[in-house]
Every structure is written in C-alpha cells, then in structure tokens.
C-alpha cells in the first residue's frame, strides 16, 4: 500500500525564497560589504547608548527640573495663602520673576474649565504638580508656544504661573545628540576612506586580469594592499608569465615545425619535376600541395597567437579593407558599418580572423552580408549568409583544430580546418568571442564580438 503521508520539501527548500530575499538587500560590491560590516556594530552601539541614556539620563533631568518648577509653584502658594492680600500679590509677582523666572497673574473671579489636558506633552510636570499641588491645576501651551500655563484654581480666582520650556529641558541633551551623531559620522567617514583604499588594490587587481584576458598588456599594476591582497597580486603575475610562456613555446614549437617541413617538401618537388610525367606523379603532386597548405594553415595558426602588440585601431576600416578584397575578387558581399568604432585590437590578427570568417561564407553561399555596430560595450560583427549552414550537432565540433564538416579531401570544398579555430582563438585572445546561429538569410550567421 502506498503512503498517503505527503512528502514535504525539505528545510533549506522551505527557506530558499527568504534568504535569497535577504542577499538581494545586501551591498554587491565589496566596498558596500566592508562597511555594512562597520556601519552595523556602529549602529547598534548608538541605539543601545541612546536608548540608555533616554531611560536614565534624559527621564532623570526632566523629572528634576519639572520637580523645580512645581516646588516654585507650591513656594508661591504658600506664601499666598500666609499672605493675603494686594500688596502680597504684587511683591511675589515681581519676585518669581527675577528669581524663580516664572510670570504669575491673577484671573479674580474665574474658574477652571473643563478643558483635556494633553498628558503626554506635560506628563513630566503634571506629575510632579500632582505629588506638590492639592489644588485643582490645568496645564496648557502658552500664547507664543514657549511657555507653558500652569492654571491653579484658587479660593477667588485662577492663579496663572507661566514658565519658559527651557526650563524643563536640558541643552546637554542636545549637545550630546549633536556628538553621537557627529561622531558616528566622523567615524564613517573615516572608515570608508581607509576601506576605499583597501578595495582599490582589489579593483586593480581585478582590472589586469580583465586586461590580461582580453591580451592587453598592464604595464601600470603593481602589487599593493594588505598584505593578502599583495599575495594574490603576485600570484597573479607569476600565473600571468606561465601562461605567456607557455604560449611562447607552443607558438614557436608549431612555427618551427611547419617551417621545418618546407625544406623537405621542396626537394619532394623538384624531384616530382624531374621525373617523367604519369598517373602516380600527378597523384603525388597533388598530395605534396595539400601538406603545403596544410603547413601554411598551420603556419597561420602560430601566427594567430603572436607577438603583435596591442594599439587603437578602427575596427570599421579594418572591415572596409577586409570586404574590398573579396569584392575585387567578385564575391557578392555587402558590407553596412553603423558608425566608426575604434578600440585596442591586434590590427593583423583580427583582419585574419574576419577573413576567415568572410571566405568560409563566400565558399559555400551565394550572397553574404557583414554588418559592424555596437551594443552594450562590446564591438558586434555579423557575417550572414544564404549557404547550407552547419548542423546544429556540428556548430561545437567546427571550432577544433582540423575538424571539417565535409569529411572529403578535395581542397575545393574545404580548407585544412583551421579557419574556425585560428578564428575563435584570435577573438578570444581579445576578450570576444564567436557565436554560430541560424541566419536570417537561411543559411549561418557568424556573429563575433570584441570588448571595448
């Protein structure tokens, strides 16, 4: 019998959506990292020492000085009740001005209304008149909003005191405010200059790799950084002359190879013109021509990884020179340049490999199109054709050394298959790359692409 308990996906399925929610909230760059790394201690510790010295500090001083303020009022009431009379009135009146900063006057005759007081903006003080006063008192905001009306009932009249807010803030919370904030600042500021010059070394570190990819030179990096990133930088270079060694001895290894197998090829040759003419001459002639095309393939191939430097060069005028030779030769393409594009290339090296890329299409189709342009950062060549095109299983293996579609030894349906590969391995040396697709056209398109 099958279990009917349904299977639940397990935790870190469950999980997946909230945590990948969460990383998309977090800085990319390492720079953003590094300082949320600082930034979120800071934080907290300014929270927590606010929320402390909210709780203590702040609630300590305002209830001390609203304790002041209704002591001066149960002083003044005091002496009212011992001291009745006009001339009492007048002597308290100017004495809580000059003494106790506090404005009274006397509403004979009136009575409080029964107006809500707002608690929360003069909780501190209505308490402490609670605990001091026992007669009924309302509080209310003054005519200029910075005073405060403390209404007594009395005996005949209301008795209105009036006092200036400051006297029931601190300025040290203000002070101190203006510090923390200050501070935090100041410390971030200076975090985010030291941690700016850690990551530079980091961003150039990543820059000559990117240059060293796309084979330009970067005579400008040079190990900087703490002490891991200098290590990484020197790995990096050690790691860089390897492969550029190791390039150089394969390149001058296939060069001196093919070099080496002309010499024989071209005794082959004269003794093939001494001998007598037959069947079996002609067939070995005919082999001999196809080792010498063979040999300047493979000739070309050590010259696509050579020693040509890097320069601006533009990339249009470069297609320009590339299309005219074909079309002087009567092959049908046609060439649209959007605008002038000028980037760091191999000026002989890119004009191989276009070339390879326009005679294979010019081989096998009747009429091809090249179009140059730009999109995103990057240079985009597409050579398109109306030929046969190249199976889709195919269009993978096409780009090995000597692999050719057509399996036949007839030199006019085919080259040693070294187009392709001399083609990819230039454009990849550039940072670029080679694409095969269906072409608009029916046939293949080639579309190729460099970095600016």
């Known amino acids: 019998m099958a279990d009917a308990t349904p299977h639940l996906p397990p935790s870190d399925d469950i999980t997946a959506p909230s945590r990948f929610r969460f990383k998309t909230l977090l800085p990319k760059s390492l720079l953003g990292r590094s300082l949320l790394i600082i930034l ?14 909210y709780d203590r500090h702040w609630g300590t001083i305002t209830r001390r000085l609203a304790t002041a303020v209704a002591g001066d009022t149960g002083v003044i009431l005091a002496y009212l009740r011992d001291h009745p009379g006009p001339a009492a009135r007048a002597w308290i009146t100017a004495e809580s001005h000059d003494r106790m900063q506090l404005d009274i006057r006397f509403a ?3 009575i409080l209304r029964n107006l809500p007081t707002n608690e929360v903006s003069f909780g501190a003080l209505s308490d402490a008149l609670k605990e001091t006063l026992t007669l009924p008192f309302q509080l209310r905001d003054g005519a200029d909003d910075r005073t405060i009306e403390i209404r007594i009932q009395m005996a005949d009249s209301v008795l209105i005191v009036e006092t200036p807010k400051k006297r029931l803030s601190s300025f040290t919370v203000y002070l101190f405010l203006i510090w923390m904030i200050g501070t935090s600042l100041l410390l971030f500021g200076i975090a985010t200059i030291f ?9 150039r570190l990543a820059s000559a790799a990117d240059s060293f990819g796309k084979g330009r030179d970067a005579p400008w990096f040079k190990p900087e950084g703490a002490t891991e990133v ?16 190791q390039i150089d001895q394969r390149t001058e290894m296939l060069a001196g190879v093919s070099h080496d197998l002309r010499t024989p090829l071209t005794r082959m040759k004269l003794q093939l013109a ?3 003419k037959d069947a079996n001459a002609d067939d070995l002639k005919a082999d001999i021509e196809e080792m010498e095309r063979m040999v300047e393939g493979y000739l070309a191939f050590a010259r696509g990884e050579g020693r040509e430097a890097m320069r601006p060069f533009n990339i249009s005028t470069l297609a320009e020179s590339v299309i005219a030779r074909f079309t002087r030769n009567g092959a049908p393409v ?9 980037l760091p290339l191999r000026p002989q090296a890119i004009e191989r490999c276009l070339g390879n890329l326009v005679s294979n299409a010019v081989r096998y189709a009747q009429h091809v199109t090249v179009r140059v342009g ?8 597409l050579v398109d054709d109306d030929g046969p095109g190249i199976p889709q299983d195919r269009r993978t293996d096409v780009f090995r050394a000597f692999f050719r579609v057509d399996n036949s030894r007839n030199p006019e349906t085919g080259g040693v ?7 990819r391995d230039v454009a990849r040396s550039h940072g670029g790359d080679i694409q095969l697709m269906d072409s608009p056209l029916g046939g293949l398109r080639v579309r190729l692409t460099l970095p600016l």
């Open 374 to 381: 730009q999109r995103a950062d990057a240079v985009e060549i």
């Open 40 to 53: 979120t201690p800071l934080i907290l510790l300014q929270l927590v020492t606010a929320t402390v010295f």
């Open 108 to 110: 004979d005759g009136e």
């Open 417 to 423: 298959g070294l187009g392709l590969t001399i083609a």
């Open 230 to 245: 200098r290590q990484a930088a020197q790995a990096f270079l050690l790691m860089r002359d390897r492969i550029k060694r």
């Open 195 to 203: 941690m700016n010059n850690q990551v530079r070394a980091v961003r």
């Open 334 to 342: 046609d060439l649209h340049i959007e605008r002038g594009l000028t």
């Open 274 to 276: 001494m001998m007598p």
